[in-house]
């Protein structure tokens, strides 16, 4: 565990930042999904935000090795459910990356149709809202934990609540946002031994 600890700092500035850029790069796409695939803009923000996700699964387990104690039962059962939901939401930002200019070439109406199948709806969705959710139990955990900063922790629990707004990237740039900010600030514990209680 003492090596996860050791990447707690530069796994989460990866992940922050690459998340950070990543979704800043969605904002102002073309309209048309099939038009969007088909930029370089997009397929550099998709890459962008595929490795962001794999570097939040190390990010999440430094940072659960760093507060595992404090966290206790609750800590481990929401990174549990951050981890499943992070793999899931890697699987989006895969498809982003691979999938969808290569469907745009071919079959551009597919992207672009205002009905998608099911399946895919429901597994878009579920993956969502496991990914919000399980980052919303974790930050719950991390604040009741007091290891890592308080505000950049609910930082973190508003861009959790807010990713499950879909097609909107304001949730997962604050995400990256707040993992920045945990691997930049000093540890809660360090700040309350320098500051004197009032």
């Known amino acids: ?89 890697s699987g989006i930002g895969w498809r982003q990356t691979f999938l969808d200019p290569a469907a745009a070439k071919v079959v551009p109406a597919f992207l672009d149709a205002d009905q998608p199948p099911a399946v895919l709806l429901v597994g878009f969705y579920l993956s969502l809202a496991l990914f919000a959710l399980g980052w919303l139990l974790y930050a719950i955990a991390t604040l009741r934990a007091h290891v890592v900063g308080r505000v950049p922790s609910v930082v973190l629990l508003i861009g959790a609540i807010l990713a499950l707004v879909p097609f909107l990237p304001v949730g997962q740039t604050m995400i990256g946002l707040s993992l920045l900010w945990l691997g930049l600030a000093p540890a809660a514990e360090r700040v309350g031994r320098v500051v004197p209680a009032v």
């Open 1 to 89: 565990m003492t090596r996860f600890v050791s990447l707690f700092r530069p796994a989460l500035l990866a992940a922050g930042g690459l998340l950070f850029v990543g979704n800043i790069l969605t904002l102002g796409r073309p309209a048309k999904f099939s038009d969007a695939a088909l930029t370089p803009m997009f397929e550099v923000s998709s890459a962008l935000l595929l490795l962001g996700a794999i570097a939040l699964l190390v990010a999440l387990v430094a940072l659960h090795a760093r507060q595992a104690d404090q966290v206790g039962g609750f800590g481990l059962f929401a990174a549990l459910i951050a981890g499943t939901g992070t793999v899931l939401y």
